[in-house]
């Protein structure tokens, strides 16, 4: 080689990345390989990659084809120190400018006398290794051991044929026996002999009982090429080992060295397998590869699932929808979530595209039902989210629409069917894809919702309803019946039964049309209308008892209006003219039909005879004195003649034991109209009887002439009476002897004094007003 294809060769093999996988003690470089992978981006290539070895005798030159056709940097032996062992253990680099991309593997040379009695056990070993996981195997042999019984291929032919039976389904590997400083004997003739005696070692090899009849093609592709020397025609074995470089670009691809391999693993689990591979050789137990297949697959995709559930629990867009979700609904929350899903599958599908099958989709689906397992709680929060905005959208609709006078039965029928509509419409922008989650639960608690609500508000509204004509009725009803039972005239509780019939009528009328719109059964319907009827009797009923609860009052009030003022209702005035007895009765008649009225609740015609019984009994009980001679007292008894006792608010006792009470409670007011008749009498005679102003005129007949005769005793006489008329009216002299003699010269000997100096103080005024 000379110097300019010294440094060419060089520049190429910089990338070939060459690494110790396993060394001479058997230990695989775990961490290295991992490196290796991704400086060469193995994990990227899917099954677009080859794997490529080669094994022989040691020293056979295998390093140095290697770096010859494929760029790499693997160690050579140095011919001027001697064979010895340049390679330990399996290296690996990757073949630079091949593509798609290749890996070649360098395995340890056989027969080797370095290893002694080991050589054997690493040999299988590693002939095992590079069956299990290379889809192309090149065996490097000498051409003078071709058709010789002791050849040094042939032990090495052995292993691995040997290895074969212990891959219970072997992929099928193209083997090319690269025939090395091959001889004038023309290739035509070396191939039949070798392939002969491939066939001989291979039908020597003992084989399972499942293989006994395989034919060797079942297991390998067989190519054959020659190599001349290397150190004898350097320039013919460069150009040879570069027309079989030639045959590894797409050697995957159909008619390829290895177009029809099988059983290939993904790149990206290429390192996991080989390690798990080594792993059961060094262990020395079968390998079994179509269930490592599986296996690898199931740990490389549950690592690509893991690492996606990872990514999507950790992605940014998920954990702003995951926070957002808990407070408030996340507008296209179904479209964003299910695209998130779908890159995360597509990412795991892409990674795992090109594992088993089966396991492939076993753990997609478990990637499917984690992550669906995530995303089921935001889900779940933002289905109640729409439910609490529907609900909250319905009450504000359907109040508005009563509010505008809507029906409430329509109101509610076409608020609910929109609500309904709205919901449903989120539920589809809600809806991730990837699930098949049902919300006919949630929907139904939305309809839930929805019927709770309208109950609550038509009972409440029903309620109100009913309030507000029970209000109406009770207005109506109260004054007029109060007015009435105080008035307690002869028509009184007919009057009643004619104002709450009429009163009744029209409130019940007002309120069947108010319930029209609720489109209530017509039993419902009638049960609120009966239930008002009965407030309304219940009313007047309530009004009567609390009239009677004070009829002791009222009678008072009664027999005072009427005792103390006249027909006009003018205050009246005991001149003495008045017949007390006759204002007395009427007065306590009247008292006594006010209680008579108040006795007992008549809103049925009963034909009872309670006034009539009680004036008997109370207003002249004389005559009640003398029919009742003979015959039981009619007020002896705790119930009305013709009245049930529910409607009796007064028995005929405690009528008897109130008008007691009244006529004690009224004595004194008639005492005093009796004591002020008799004062008034009195004060209207202060003149002296007439005799004795005749007497006054008979004695003073001469001290009258003597006036007569004297005119200045005239006028002392007359501005004497023009003083004392003066006194009379200021002090109201007629006005206090009302009250009597003694109280009147009481009252005016207090004043007199005081009025005198008015006087002349008015007449000094006027005197001072003239000058």
């Given at each position: 080689m000379n110097y300019d294809e010294h440094v060419l060769f060089s520049a190429k093999s910089v990338d070939c990345c060459s690494t110790h996988l396993i060394d001479g003690d058997g230990t695989m470089n775990v961490v290295g390989l991992e490196k290796f992978m991704k400086e060469v981006k193995l994990s990227e290539c899917g099954l677009s990659y080859a794997i490529v070895s080669i094994m022989g005798p040691q020293s056979s030159g295998k390093s140095t084809l290697l770096n010859h056709l494929f760029h790499t940097n693997f160690q050579e032996m140095d011919a001027f120190k001697g064979r010895s062992q340049t390679t330990k253990g399996i290296w690996m680099a990757r073949c630079t400018g091949i593509e798609p991309c290749t890996v070649v593997m360098d395995l340890e040379g056989t027969d080797g006398r370095e290893r002694g009695e080991d050589d054997t056990a690493f040999e299988k070993q590693s002939a095992l290794f590079a069956l299990a996981v290379s889809d192309i195997v090149l065996i490097n042999m000498w051409c003078?051991?071709?058709?010789?019984?002791?050849?040094?291929?042939?032990?090495?032919?052995?292993?691995?044929?040997?290895?074969?039976?212990?891959?219970?389904?072997?992929?099928?590997?193209?083997?090319?026996?690269?025939?090395?400083?091959?001889?004038?004997?023309?290739?035509?003739?070396?191939?039949?002999?070798?392939?002969?005696?491939?066939?001989?070692?291979?039908?020597?090899?003992?084989?399972?009982?499942?293989?006994?009849?395989?034919?060797?093609?079942?297991?390998?592709?067989?190519?054959?090429?020659?190599l001349s020397s290397f150190e004898e025609k350097e320039d013919q074995f460069k150009e040879q080992a570069a027309n079989l470089r030639n045959r590894f670009q797409q050697s995957i691809a159909p008619?390829?060295?290895?177009?029809?391999?099988?059983?290939?693993?993904?790149?990206?689990?290429?390192?996991?397998?080989?390690?798990?591979?080594?792993?059961?050789?060094?262990?020395?137990?079968?390998?079994?590869?179509?269930?490592?297949?599986?296996?690898?697959?199931?740990?490389?995709?549950?690592?690509?699932?893991?690492?996606?559930?990872?990514?999507?629990?950790?992605?940014?867009?998920?954990?702003?929808?995951?926070?957002?979700?808990?407070?408030?609904?996340?507008?296209?929350?179904?479209?964003?979530?299910?695209?998130?899903?779908?890159?995360?599958?597509?990412?795991?599908?892409?990674?795992?595209?090109?594992?088993?099958?089966?396991?492939?989709?076993?753990?997609?689906?478990?990637?499917?039902?984690?992550?669906?397992?995530?995303?089921?709680?935001?889900?779940?929060?933002?289905?109640?989210?729409?439910?609490?905005?529907?609900l909250e959208k319905f009450v504000k609709a359907f109040e508005d629409a009563l509010n505008k006078g809507q029906g409430f039965q329509v109101a509610s029928r076409d608020c609910t069917v929109s609500a309904m509509k709205l919901f449903d419409e989120q539920c589809k922008g809600a809806i991730i894809k990837q699930a098949d989650w049902d919300t006919s639960k949630i929907r139904a608690k939305v309809a839930q919702d929805i019927d709770s609500h309208i109950s609550d508000v038509r009972t409440s509204k029903l309620s109100d309803l009913?309030?507000?004509?029970?209000?109406?009725?009770?207005?109506?009803?109260?004054?007029?019946?109060?007015?009435?039972?105080?008035?307690?005239?002869?028509?009184?509780?007919?009057?009643?039964?004619?104002?709450?019939?009429?009163?009744?009528?029209?409130?019940?009328?007002?309120?069947?049309?108010?319930?029209?719109?609720?489109?209530?059964?017509?039993?419902?319907?009638?049960?609120?209308?009966?239930?008002?009827?009965?407030?309304?009797?219940?009313?007047?009923?309530?009004?009567?008892?609390?009239?009677?609860?004070?009829?002791?009052?009222?009678?008072?009030?009664?027999?005072?209006?009427?005792?103390?003022?006249?027909?006009?209702?003018?205050?009246?005035?005991?001149?003495?003219?008045?017949?007390?007895?006759?204002?007395?009765?009427?007065?306590?008649?009247?008292?006594?039909?006010?209680?008579?009225?108040?006795?007992?609740?008549?809103?049925?015609?009963?034909?009872?005879?309670?006034?009539?019984?009680?004036?008997?009994?109370?207003?002249?009980?004389?005559?009640?004195?003398?029919?009742?001679?003979?015959?039981q007292n009619?007020?002896?008894?705790?119930?009305?003649?013709?009245?049930?006792?529910?409607?009796?608010?007064?028995?005929?006792?405690?009528?008897?034991?109130?008008?007691?009470?009244?006529?004690?409670?009224?004595?004194?007011?008639?005492?005093?109209?009796?004591?002020?008749?008799?004062?008034?009498?009195?004060?209207?005679?202060?003149?002296p009887p007439p005799w004795a102003i005749l007497a006054l005129f008979v004695l003073g007949f001469d001290e009258f002439m003597t006036l007569l005769r004297n005119p200045l005793y005239v006028l002392f006489i007359f501005v004497g009476f023009l003083l004392f008329k003066a006194l009379w009216v200021q002090l109201g002299i007629a006005a206090e002897f009302q009250n009597g003699m003694l109280a009147g010269l009481f009252s005016i000997s207090t004043r007199l004094l005081p009025a005198i100096m008015n006087i002349l103080r008015k007449l000094a005024e006027l005197g001072n007003r003239r000058n």
């Open positions: 003078h051991d071709i058709g010789r019984e002791h050849a040094a291929n042939k032990p090495l032919l052995k292993t691995v044929f040997q290895v074969m039976t212990r891959l219970f389904s072997p992929r099928k590997t193209t083997m090319i026996f690269v025939i090395r400083d091959k001889t004038r004997t023309p290739l035509e003739n070396l191939e039949p002999v070798l392939r002969e005696d491939i066939q001989k070692i291979w039908d020597s090899v003992p084989k399972p009982e499942a293989h006994k009849e395989t034919p060797l093609s079942a297991f390998f592709n067989i190519e054959v090429v020659a008619g390829g060295l290895a177009g029809d391999r099988q059983g290939v693993v993904p790149a990206s689990g290429f390192s996991f397998s080989a390690e798990q591979i080594w792993k059961v050789i060094k262990e020395n137990r079968d390998l079994d590869l179509p269930a490592h297949k599986v296996m690898v697959a199931t740990v490389r995709c549950e690592e690509i699932a893991n690492e996606k559930y990872s990514a999507f629990s950790k992605n940014k867009d998920w954990c702003e929808v995951e926070d957002a979700v808990q407070s408030q609904l996340v507008p296209d929350f179904g479209n964003k979530i299910s695209l998130m899903l779908d890159t995360c599958f597509v990412g795991y599908d892409d990674e795992a595209a090109f594992f088993e099958e089966g396991v492939r989709s076993a753990k997609r689906k478990q990637l499917k039902e984690k992550l669906l397992l995530l995303v089921e709680p935001a889900y779940q929060s933002t289905l109640q989210h729409m439910r609490s905005e529907t009913t309030t507000l004509y029970e209000s109406n009725l009770k207005n109506a009803l109260h004054g007029p019946v109060e007015a009435l039972l105080e008035g307690a005239a002869d028509d009184t509780w007919s009057a009643i039964r004619k104002l709450l019939r009429s009163e009744t009528k029209t409130s019940l009328s007002k309120f069947s049309k108010a319930l029209a719109g609720f489109e209530m059964d017509e039993d419902a319907k009638n049960n609120l209308i009966s239930r008002l009827e009965s407030y309304a009797t219940e009313a007047v009923e309530g009004k009567a008892k609390e009239e009677a609860g004070k009829v002791l009052h009222n009678m008072k009030e009664r027999f005072t209006t009427i005792f103390n003022h006249d027909n006009d209702l003018m205050p009246r005035t005991w001149t003495g003219k008045e017949d007390i007895r006759a204002i007395n009765k009427a007065a306590r008649t009247s008292a006594l039909k006010l209680l008579s009225v108040l006795a007992a609740i008549r809103l049925e015609d009963y034909a009872d005879k309670i006034q009539t019984v009680l004036i008997q009994a109370l207003a002249e009980p004389s005559v009640a004195a003398d029919k009742s001679s003979n015959l009619p007020l002896a008894t705790s119930k009305w003649e013709k009245i049930p006792d529910s409607k009796t608010l007064i028995t005929p006792v405690q009528c008897k034991t109130l008008w007691n009470q009244f006529q004690k409670e009224t004595e004194y007011a008639v005492s005093q109209a009796i004591t002020a008749q008799k004062a008034n009498k009195q004060n209207s005679s202060w003149l």
